[in-house]
Antibody, heavy 129, light 106 residues
Framework: QVTLRESGPVLVKPTETLTLTCTVSGFSLSNARMGVTWIRQPPGKALEWLAYIFSNDEKSYSTSLKSRLTISKDTSKSQVVLTVTNMDPADTATYYC?????????????????????WGQGTLVTVSS | SYDLTQPPSVSVSPGQTASITCSGDKLGEKYVCWYQQKPGQSPVMVIYQDSKRPSGIPERFAGSNSGNTATLTISGTQAMDEADYYCQAWDISTGVFGTGTKVTVL
């Protein structure tokens, strides 16, 4: 059974750095056919894609947030970590991690067409002084 | 940046068909997924690779994608289908979600 669980602070102050952890089970972060991605959703608003990481450590970031995001993983701990710097009240949101398929050919990998098939329950982060 | 546009809301009577569109430049050249999100819950994938249903998703959910528009169709809509629906695609290595559509079953 595949599960993902987000953890991190419930409340952060403006200008602080947010660190969120996604702990996975039921699959390995060394699986070349799987990746982990982060998505957020402000209250009452749409989903927003943030970043992903592949098993080979290849990463990609949202163009609009690239300067503030860092994604990394610890395969031995089955954890993917997302940091967001310089937090602002506009960053108040539920943050989700999800598993998605990866397609690799001739040494190059890209997100597969199989979608984000497993999601965590999400963690609400509020930015307020 | 690449944008995906959906109608804010769609209303449907029980047993009827609901169609939700997702528009983007040359979207037909990309694969589209659809996610259902009920209040207070995490999203659930209902369609991947334009038209494939994951295990456990009812047959009344169907998808298509051509030109600049992808469509999610719910046939024989049930009260339990009332939710927000999001389309999603990859623009090379960047993920993009649609603006979301609230489906109301009247």
């Amino acid at each position: 059974q595949v599960t993902l669980r987000e953890s991190g602070p419930v409340l952060v102050k403006p200008t602080e750095t947010l660190t969120l952890t996604c702990t996975v089970s039921g699959f390995s972060l060394s699986n070349a056919r799987m990746g982990v991605t982060w998505i957020r959703q402000p209250p009452g608003k749409a989903l927003e894609w943030l970043a992903y990481i592949f098993s080979n450590d290849e990463k990609s970031y949202s163009t609009s947030l690239k300067s503030r995001l860092t994604i990394s993983k610890d395969t031995s701990k089955s954890q993917v970590v997302l940091t967001v710097t310089n937090m602002d009240p506009a960053d108040t949101a539920t943050y989700y991690c999800a598993r998605f398929g990866v397609y690799c050919s001739a040494g190059s990998c890209s997100p597969a067409s199989s979608g984000m098939d497993s999601w965590g329950q999400g963690t609400l982060v509020t930015v307020s002084s | 940046s690449y944008d995906l546009t959906q109608p804010p809301s769609v209303s449907v009577s029980p047993g009827q068909t609901a169609s939700i569109t997702c528009s983007g430049d040359k979207l037909g050249e990309k694969y589209v997924c659809w996610y259902q999100q009920k209040p207070g819950q995490s999203p659930v994938m209902v369609i991947y690779q334009d038209s494939k249903r994951p295990s456990g998703i009812p047959e009344r959910f169907a998808g298509s994608n051509s030109g600049n528009t992808a469509t999610l169709t719910i046939s024989g809509t049930q009260a339990m289908d009332e939710a927000d629906y999001y389309c999603q695609a990859w623009d090379i290595s960047t993920g993009v979600f649609g603006t979301g559509t609230k489906v109301t079953v009247l």
